[in-house]
């Protein structure tokens, strides 16, 4: 039990579904960040969330929208994916991201697009 | 090109072999280096924070070292439970980076054999 908690595990869906991505941490934590792990490639920042301000946009497509409420619940909006989007999307969160803590991270959702 | 590189890609060890995975990065400074343990199916699990070169961590069968370009994870007598994926990701310390935003390595698929 990392204490960030993803759900769900496992999404299909073609490229015209509207689905979304959840992600809760129970550390206490004030920073939050979506990640995306493609095969044989580094983990790739999406956005980063600090006090539910959003301070980084790493030029992810509008197709992806991020969402969050407070700094325990994060959400990933997604629509109109294309194949290239099939991937595990990894939250992760941190004390916050002015310090030198470690990020933890959930166990992730494997996204396949038909 | 990527920032962080990890070598090998791939390692095979008989169990009680020991061996070492090395991270070498070039971002000019450093607020912080991490070492993950991934298994398959789940998201990356923290194990050590190194700050400053000549730091060692160490956690069980696990070391890790730093110097100002490369860290060093060595793995004294591994069982088949250490079979994993190990990834660095490094906390660039010069101003242009945004806090909080960690590169990762490809990281180092480790099979420990009976």
């Known amino acids: 039990e990392t204490g960030v908690t993803q759900t769900p595990r496992h999404l299909v869906m073609g490229m015209t579904n509207k689905k979304s991505l959840k992600c809760e941490q129970h550390l206490g934590h004030n920073a939050m960040y979506w990640y995306k792990q493609s095969a044989k490639k580094p983990l790739e920042l999406m956005f980063v969330?600090?006090?539910?301000?959003?301070?980084e946009n790493n030029s992810v497509p509008s197709r992806f929208s991020p969402e969050c409420p407070n700094s325990s619940h994060l959400f990933l909006h997604l629509h109109t994916l294309q194949p290239e989007d099939s991937a595990l999307y990894l939250c992760a969160s941190s004390q916050n991201t002015g310090d030198d803590q470690p990020q933890h991270f959930g166990d992730g959702t494997r996204l396949s697009i038909l | 090109e990527d920032q962080v590189t990890q070598s090998p890609e791939a390692l095979r060890l008989q169990e009680g072999e020991s061996s070492s995975l090395n991270c070498s990065y070039t971002v000019s400074g450093l607020r912080g280096l991490f070492w993950y343990r991934q298994d398959p199916g789940k998201g990356p699990e923290f194990l050590f924070t190194?700050?400053?070169a000549g730091e060692e961590k160490e956690k069980e069968r696990l070391k890790a070292t730093l110097t100002k370009k490369e860290s060093f994870l060595h793995i004294t007598a591994p069982k088949p439970e250490d079979s994993a994926t190990y990834l660095c990701a490094v906390h660039p310390a010069d101003r242009g980076s945004t806090l909080g935003r960690l590169y990762f390595g490809r990281g180092t698929q480790l099979t420990v054999w009976p």
């Open positions: 190194l700050y400053s």
């Open positions: 969330y600090n006090f539910k301000e959003q301070t």
